[in-house]
Every structure is written in structure tokens, then in C-alpha cells.
């Protein structure tokens, strides 16, 4: 999934050492803030310190984020995690579309295989006995 907006906080960076394997570890998390009639802030996380390093996500840079959302349970408790894989600068690429709560209107556009509902039928005429949809 991808993200465009501005980013509005850059949180300090965790650390630490991997209790099972021993390795050093190092993460990120920023708030990403997507323009919008209501805008929408997203906090994703880069991990490992040669992404955070090559990213190198600054305070009010205009970005595109690309990240995966996966959850984990601790404690009987489940949380979300967005983790960023790719992040490219300046305005969105042609072909990657927005992020929408919903896709835009078309007037009579014609059924394709891919939608959900079927196509809307005209009335079978005026003072039809088989006027129920059932």
C-alpha cells in the first residue's frame, strides 16, 4: 500500500539486542499527514539502521510511503504494525493511485466482471402483478 503526504513528526529512534538471536536492532517511527477535505495522519515505522539511514526522513518533506500492515498478539492483547519498505520523494508516480476512502462515481458505467453488484434493472412496466424483487 502507498501513502502520499507530508511528514509532520519524527519520533527518537528505539534500539536494542535481540534477547533470542543476540543481533542489534534499530527502529523509527514517524506521522505521516495525507491532504485531504479531512486529513488523515498515519504513524509507520522503518526498522533496521541501514533503511533509516538510507531513507533519511527529515520534518516536513513530501513523501510517498510504501509499507505492509501486519498485526501481532502480546499478552492476549493484538496490535497493528505499518512498516515501511520504500519511500520515494516528491509527488506520487503516475501509475501508483491515492489513497481513497472511496473510489469516484461514474455515471451508467457498464458492468465489468470485477464488480460487486450487479447491474441495475429497469421496471417490467407499469401496473405489473411481478413488481416484488422476490
Given at each position: 500500500?502507498?501513502?502520499?503526504?507530508?511528514?509532520?513528526?519524527?519520533l527518537?529512534?528505539?534500539?536494542?539486542?535481540?534477547?533470542?538471536?543476540?543481533?542489534?536492532?534499530?527502529?523509527?517511527?514517524y506521522v505521516?499527514?495525507?491532504?485531504?477535505?479531512?486529513p488523515?495522519?498515519?504513524?509507520?515505522?522503518?526498522?533496521?539502521e541501514?533503511?533509516?539511514?538510507?531513507?533519511?526522513?527529515?520534518?516536513?518533506?513530501?513523501?510517498?510511503?510504501?509499507?505492509?500492515?501486519?498485526?501481532?498478539?502480546?499478552n492476549g492483547?493484538?496490535?497493528?504494525?505499518?512498516?515501511a519498505?520504500?519511500v520515494?520523494?516528491?509527488?506520487?508516480?503516475?501509475?501508483?493511485?491515492?489513497?481513497?476512502?472511496?473510489?469516484?462515481?461514474?455515471?451508467?458505467?457498464?458492468?465489468?466482471?470485477?464488480?460487486?453488484?450487479?447491474?441495475?434493472?429497469?421496471?417490467?412496466?407499469?401496473g405489473?402483478a411481478d413488481?416484488?424483487?422476490?
Amino acid at each position: 500500500m502507498d501513502l502520499t503526504g507530508k511528514i509532520i513528526a519524527v519520533l527518537p529512534a528505539n534500539s536494542g539486542v535481540s534477547s533470542r538471536t543476540g543481533n542489534a536492532w534499530m527502529s523509527q517511527e514517524y506521522v505521516i499527514e495525507v491532504p485531504g477535505q479531512y486529513p488523515r495522519k498515519c504513524l509507520f515505522r522503518v526498522f533496521g539502521e541501514d533503511r533509516i539511514k538510507q531513507f533519511n526522513i527529515q520534518n516536513g518533506e513530501e513523501l510517498t510511503i510504501s509499507f505492509d500492515i501486519d498485526a501481532h498478539e502480546y499478552n492476549g492483547r493484538w496490535f497493528n504494525e505499518i512498516r515501511a519498505y520504500n519511500v520515494t520523494r516528491g509527488a506520487a508516480p503516475a501509475a501508483a493511485p491515492q489513497a481513497t476512502p472511496f473510489p469516484p462515481q461514474q455515471a451508467a458505467a457498464p458492468q465489468d466482471a470485477t464488480s460487486p453488484f450487479p447491474p441495475a434493472q429497469e421496471p417490467a412496466g407499469e401496473g405489473s402483478a411481478d413488481d416484488l424483487p422476490f
